[in-house]
């Protein structure tokens, strides 16, 4: 087995290190190694997006990203989304439109949803659907994802 | 995943030597959204990965006065992101828009969609079209390829062992210059093209005759293909109906698909000559610097 790796990074806007074997994903580093068990693994190859986290700031499926990549850079999970123990309005709006039934795939429609409402503050109803084809719901049909999305674009405007 | 040792090189030779160590058990790793992927499904037998993305040139853009040059593990992402890049070169965004989702974006680069060599790669038609060059290395030095001669079978192309692609240069688009790409899948968004069509002109000062032309077609044989007939049988050309529907017939007789759960050969023909069509009348919009297509690709509502 190949020796493990101490790996530096900012997660969640603190400095962390962590040991990580080199053919870890990061999305196994997260959940095993570092306890952040919020991203999902759903397929494990990059086609339903439950895995999403931001890495320095962009949108990536964490399943397809080695964990020795992330040395020196940033990470922003699920568990970094909300902030001073308040919801981000992307959570809460998921509450109210109830945007999700079995759960799995929320942590990377928010996480998905919130790069979206960082690159573009004020969606049409198609820049949301079209950005959040990446992510697969089995379970709500997306009107009730999409919907809280708009919602929370349209308070921020 | 199999047990692996990663190595994160800073420059080309430090890569060159990281691939050589390795051997046939050593691949370089950019986006990682194909080669992370398999190597999950177990269908690669590896010992090292070597990424490429510590290293300046392959994640650099720049431009000169003769040409665009893009680092192989750039990200489609940052392609999108960068202003100057979108106002030149809009067909380029038509591809790198395309290439999954905005998280596979985040990650998967130019290079990698090339290197993958898959013959319904979204790029490789476009790369075509703009004529780009590819910039090898390896441990025998430099070489460049055109990028119509990279491929060489579904998943294969020239990288010999231990090369690896440096960076994608396009020239700089000359006068009345325009390109586009299409393909056709069954949804709307994260599909694999049934086929897809790049394709590029470049017009006279009254932009009513086709100087030259250039035509490729994805999803149609083993590799991408450059469909170099069509673009000649437009050299010279009054813009018509006619004249594409011409160079349309062409890439439909190029074409040589098999049937598969994506669509069979006869829907595939019939796709190569449409899509041909459609993004030529595309390119001359775009060099012209109009907006006679409309929203379904046709040119003054025919076709």
Partial sequence: ?157 | MQALDYVAPNNVDEAISALADGGDRARPLSGGTDLIAQLQEGRLGLDTIVDLKRIPELMAISVSSDSLTIGASVSCHTINSNQSVRDAYPALIDSTHLIGGTQIQGRASLGGNLCNSSPAADSIPNLIAHSVTCHIAGPNGRRSVAVEDFCTAPGRNVLGNGEFLVALEFPTPPANFGAAYLRFIPRNEMDIAVVGAGASVVLSDDKNTIQSARVSLGAVAPTPLFVQEAGDALAGQPVSEETLATAAELAKDAARPISDMRGTIPQRKHLSAILTQRALRIAIDRARGTKTVDELGRLNGHG
């Fill in chain 1, 1 to 157: 087995m190949a020796k493990k790796i101490a790996v530096e990074t900012t997660l969640n806007g603190e400095e962390t290190v962590f040991l990580c074997e080199p053919r870890q994903t990061l999305l196994e580093a997260l959940r095993d190694n570092l306890g952040l068990i919020g991203s999902k693994e759903g397929c494990g190859n990059g086609n339903c997006g439950a895995c999403n986290v931001l890495l320095d700031g962009v949108l990536v499926n964490s399943c397809l990203v080695l964990a020795p990549e992330i040395e020196g850079r940033s990470v922003v999970t699920i568990e970094g989304i909300a902030e001073d123990g308040q919801l981000h309005p992307l959570q809460q709006k998921f509450l109210e439109h109830a945007s999700l039934q079995c759960g799995i795939c929320t942590p990377g429609f928010i996480v998905s949803s919130k790069a979206l409402l960082d690159d573009n503050p004020s969606p049409s109803e198609h820049d949301v659907r079209l950005w959040l084809a990446g992510n697969l719901c089995r379970c709500t049909g997306y009107d009730k994802i999409v919907r809280a999305v708009l919602d929370v674009a349209e308070g921020d405007a």
